[in-house]
């Protein structure tokens, strides 16, 4: 075909050499257009028998979606299920399957996980301000969807889960600090996308599970997705390599009563767990209109397990507001950036924007951690440093304090003792103070 169109063309008219690349390349780039609309159609299309589980016997939806589930068979599918409702039977969502969520509310009302997709399964919504699952009610049952393995057995692997484009709303009436609402364990090759985490009550999305047999988190993302009031961390990893989170929103974070939260956590508990290739980039967060202060931190990512698989860890373009800097001026935000450990090493923080914290913006404890063109304004708001060091053979450069008028603010990098090998050059309006070698 191609050959064809080319040989009418030259038939046509008197060609250059330069003219017919030329041609090439444009007929190269309609036939890559044409792929990929193809892909993304057939991404879109429903893969194999498409069964509604409204339609199926079931006490409630969740034991309709098992049915559904099951007719289905070992083959690829679609379960749709719409017009919201109660899931009080727990949904198994076998692997190569899709349970399709059409808008409307689904309150879950079981005593353990609502929903467990197994490998190579999908959970995908209307959007997220559609197709709502609301946490349970159930008093200690915090988890809403959870990776299949992880659920039997925590650290076993995972693989291939897709959440998208659905919310996951908060409705538990107690607090806790360690279950999440998305929990997906050692997952490998996972994604959740363009899904809401809306005041639930607990940890949010998180990627990694205990590292004892070996497994840990891979190859993952989260993307795109929107925090509000989450009430304790609201994106986090215990656990993982080769992980990103990217592009996603954190809003108003805590809730009052709550047990605390930073937004972005990687907290490795374990010696042997990884925190390997992780990218934190082109993340917003804002606490200026947070019910409670104050509200924690923004990016936290710490080594103190004592694990040697740490870095490389990059921490850019991301943008925190950490409190009002006109009119009522607030110190909601603790620390800004905040990466530490007695392991911590290899980590790029760079090209991020900074505003009024009760702390430090940025605090660095560790070695080889280069901390490059980042703004903080209004930072040191508490009395405590705008930037600290406790850090060797580090790079701190090209970074930029500023103030507004009638703010409380630290503009010092201060270097506390024991930092040695640091290289600083260039961080307009900061005043360097300290153990500077």
């Known amino acids: 075909m191609l050959k064809k169109l080319i040989a009418e063309n030259l038939r046509h008219r008197q060609t250059s050499f330069p003219g017919l690349i030329c041609h090439l390349l444009l007929v190269g780039a309609l036939i890559s257009t044409i792929t990929d609309s193809v892909l993304i159609v057939s991404a879109q299309r429903p893969q194999g028998r498409v069964v509604t589980a409204n339609d199926f016997p079931g006490q409630d939806l969740g034991a309709k979606i098992n049915a559904a589930d099951k007719a289905l068979g070992t083959r690829p599918g679609e379960i749709v299920v719409k017009g919201g409702g109660t899931i009080s039977t727990q949904a198994i969502i076998s692997p ?15 005593s353990n996980i609502p929903i467990l997709m197994k490998s190579r399964s999908s959970l995908i919504g209307s959007g997220w301000d559609q197709s709502i699952i609301v946490e349970s009610t159930a008093p200690g049952q915090f988890t809403v969807i959870c990776a299949y393995n992880q659920s039997i057995l925590n650290g076993a692997p995972d693989s291939g889960l897709v959440i998208r484009d659905l919310q ?14 998305i929990s997906l364990g050692n997952c490998s090759s996972c994604t959740v996308d363009k899904v809401w985490v809306n005041g639930t009550r607990s940890i949010g999305i998180q990627f990694g599970g205990t590292s004892i047999s070996g497994h840990f988190a891979e190859n993952s993302k989260v993307t795109n997705c929107l925090f509000t009031r989450v009430a ?14 990217e592009g996603n929103r954190f809003m108003t974070s805590g809730q009052l009563g709550g047990p605390g939260n930073t937004n972005i956590d990687v907290e ?3 010696a042997t767990d990884r925190l390997e290739n992780i990218v934190i980039r082109h993340n917003l967060i804002d606490v200026r209109n947070s019910e409670m202060s104050p509200t924690g931190n923004g990016i936290v990512v710490q080594s103190t397990s004592g694990t040697p698989y740490v870095g490389p860890i990059l921490i850019e373009d991301n943008t925190i507001i950490g409190g009002s800097n006109t009119g009522t001026i607030t110190n909601v935000l603790s620390n800004g950036i905040y990466v530490f450990g007695s392991t911590m090493r290899n980590v ?20 080889r951690i280069n901390v490059l063109n980042n703004k903080l304004t209004d930072v040191g708001g508490g009395g405590t440093p705008g930037f600290v060091v406790l850090a060797t053979d580090c790079q701190i450069v090209g970074n930029t304090f500023s103030s507004n008028p009638n703010q409380s603010v630290d503009g010092t990098i201060t270097v506390l003792p024991g930092s040695k090998g640091n290289i ?13 070698h």
């Not at 190569?96 to 079981?110: E, F, N, S």
């Not at 760079?350 to 913006?361: D, E, K």
């Open 268 to 270: 490795p508990n374990e």
């Open 232 to 245: 304790s961390q609201n994106l986090a990893l215990a656990n993982g390599k080769n992980i990103v989170f």
């Open 168 to 181: 996951v709303k908060g409705a538990n009436p107690g607090f806790n600090s360690a279950p999440q609402a």
């Open 424 to 436: 600083f050059q260039n961080n307009r309006g900061f005043q360097i103070v300290g153990d500077v």
């Open 96 to 110: 190569d399957h899709v349970l399709r969520i059409l808008p409307g509310t689904y309150a879950t009302r079981t």
């Open 348 to 367: 790029t923080i760079r090209n991020n924007v900074i505003t009024r914290t009760g702390q430090s913006g940025i605090r660095i404890e560790g070695t």
